[in-house]
T-cell receptor, first 114, second 116 residues
Framework: AQSVTQLDSHVSVSEGTPVLLRCNYS??????LFWYVQHPNKGLQLLLK??????LVKGINGFEAEFKKSETSFHLTKPSAHMSDAAEYFC????????????FGKGTTLSVSS | GAVVSQHPSRVICKSGTSVKIECRSL??????MFWYRQFPKQSLMLMAT?????????EQGVEKDKFLINHASLTLSTLTVTSAHPEDSSFYIC????????????FGPGTRLTVL
């Protein structure tokens, strides 16, 4: 069965410093992996997706993630945090092929201080 | 790209009443839609899979008689919370698979249900 584990429930950074949100996955085959962001009282927004075309995936708002099969990881990074990045971030794996449900990690709350 | 809408965006009801939440795929037809529930400060948990033309499939622990799902057409799925209680207060979100091989999905904006 597919699953994801977000290693940090809460990450705090200062504005302008790098962001690292960690995610490990478990999958019996090459997975489809996603990072979603949810701002307070808002819906989900797709940041980026891994689709096996490239191990380093660039997303919106300066975020990127690197798929490392040997480490079963898909960590999300950003070189310089902005105040507007404060939100809840979810690492997500597809439970199967096309048309199947997505499995969400528990989420990481990112706080950004000035 | 596809847009998924949900209605209402927010609803407050009294304990014991029923509430219907709609999920619409505005741009394309969807034979499958998914319903998730998100309790405060928690992650999204899959509740059920809505199937057009057949019965919904429910995840373990989700009462099918309490959470009625009707996939009325290829663009509309409804979730009815029957005899709602305060513990049903949550954020309900639907998603629609795009049909792509990597299983990208579009999410609705969510419905905030508060049961008094």
């Amino acid at each position: 069965a597919q699953s994801v584990t977000q290693l940090d429930s809460h990450v705090s950074v200062s504005e302008g410093t790098p962001v690292l949100l960690r995610c490990n996955y478990s999958s019996s085959y090459s997975p489809s992996l996603f990072w979603y962001v949810q701002h307070p009282n808002k819906g989900l927004q797709l940041l980026l997706k891994y689709t096996s075309a490239a191990t380093l995936v660039k997303g919106i708002n300066g975020f990127e993630a690197e798929f490392k099969k040997s480490e079963t990881s898909f960590h999300l990074t950003k070189p310089s945090a902005h105040m507007s990045d404060a939100a809840e971030y979810f690492c997500v794996v597809s439970s199967g092929g096309a048309g199947t449900a997505l499995i969400f990690g528990k989420g990481t709350t990112l706080s950004v201080s000035s | 790209g596809a847009v998924v809408s949900q209605h209402p965006s927010r609803v407050i009801c009294k304990s014991g009443t029923s509430v219907k939440i709609e999920c619409r795929s505005l741009d394309f037809q969807a034979t499958t839609m998914f319903w998730y529930r998100q309790f405060p400060k928690q992650s999204l948990m899959l509740m059920a899979t809505s199937n057009e033309g057949s019965k919904a499939t429910y995840e373990q622990g989700v009462e099918k008689d309490k959470f009625l799902i009707n996939h009325a057409s290829l663009t509309l799925s409804t979730l009815t919370v029957t005899s709602a209680h305060p513990e049903d207060s949550s954020f309900y979100i639907c998603s629609v698979p795009t049909g792509g091989i990597y299983n990208e999905q579009f999410f609705g904006p969510g419905t905030r249900l508060t049961v008094l």
